[in-house]
């Protein structure tokens, strides 16, 4: 059985730092997980989630 090689090399890019599509992506993902976290807390325990930390 013969493999079938590429016949093109992917070009890829460089990392990048800073403000970039991927970075946001991931910032507005972890901070609808993270509001919906502090929902279910408020909503499980009946306190907000700042008395619940314990910071009021």
């Known amino acids: 059985m013969t493999q079938i090689q590429p016949?093109?090399?992917?070009?890829?890019?460089?990392?990048?730092f800073g403000f970039n599509q991927y970075a946001e992506r991931l910032n507005g993902r972890?901070?609808?997980?993270?509001?919906?976290?502090?929902?279910?807390?408020?909503?499980?325990?009946g306190q907000g989630v700042l008395t619940w930390l314990g910071l009021l």
């Open 7 to 16: 016949t093109v090399t992917p070009k890829l890019e460089n990392p990048k």
């Open 30 to 45: 972890a901070a609808m997980i993270g509001f919906v976290a502090a929902l279910i807390v408020e909503f499980v325990t």
